[in-house]
């Protein structure tokens, strides 16, 4: 019985560890109709708002802090191709990523700006784009860097990272920048930074930037990458520091909850239920 007890109290001792290395904290446990998470974003209300994927419908679920579901909204004249991420401007528009592209083969890639959220008198307008240097429908498997599930709204531009799928590639992303305005529009690359040497280790999932402009996170499924003293459209000419999470699941959405903490969020697998996160920054 004494040798069980410490048993238990060796476990109770490890986890914790575990947890104080991690530096993230469970904060909630999603039901079914969010096991597809892929983006959430922060309004001047205070609320969290969250997207499902690819093979779920057009809504847009309103959470409190603690991720309880407070509302869902259904996005008129929209469709759910491929949902992947969210943003925001000052102005409490949302900014809906139709934008996944695994294939590298889209030709109807689209960004829905949705305002009127916190009034209940929702528009809906659209964004279409290209990218100015994909030729190819799909491209080689060497040149697979036109997916992307992750952007943020500065100065009125959107900016774009990309997911790359080339085979056998590092972990580059390209930056791409478009403008807010509706229509038919070419992404203009802006630049590329390899985040790390391992493809599969480095995708960006999630993207966000915090109310005074001035810190972009980026995330995968085990690190936060936070930009800082960036300066024009080139984000990635400012300092880059790399966070390593200690714990490795597949992370979809991030956002600033305040200037110092990061709401993350991660996908269903297995048994594991989809989940809200929090993590402190230094």
Known sequence: ??????????????????????????????????????????????????????????????????????????????????????????????????????????????????????SNSLSVSKIEFTYEDQKKFPPKKKELNFDVEAFIYLKNNLYLF????????????????????????IAKLIGEYEICNNNSDCFITGAAINKTNDKIALLTHDKVFLLRDFKGDNL????????????NSQKEGICFKNDSTLFITDEKTGHKKASLYEYQLD
């Open 162 to 185: 990309t997911k790359n799928r080339s085979k056998k590639a590092k972990g580059i992303t390209k930056l791409y920048k478009i403008p807010t305005t509706s229509g038919q529009h």
């Open 236 to 247: 990635w000419n400012g300092n880059i520091q790399k966070i390593k999470l200690h714990h």
């Open 1 to 118: 019985m004494r040798f069980s007890y410490l048993i238990f109290l060796a476990a109770i001792s490890v986890s914790c560890q575990k947890n104080k290395k991690s530096g993230i904290s469970n904060i909630h446990s999603f039901p079914n109709s969010l096991n597809e998470i892929s983006g959430i974003t922060m309004l001047s209300n205070n609320k969290v708002y969250a997207i499902n994927d690819s093979g779920n419908d057009n809504t847009l679920f309103c959470l409190d802090l603690k991720g309880e579901i407070l509302q869902q909204i259904k996005i008129p004249e929209t469709k759910n191709i491929d949902w992947e991420d969210l943003a925001y401007d000052h102005k409490d528009n949302i900014y809906i990523g139709d934008f996944g592209n695994n294939s590298n083969d889209r030709k109807d890639l689209n960004i829905y700006k949705v305002s009127g959220i916190l």
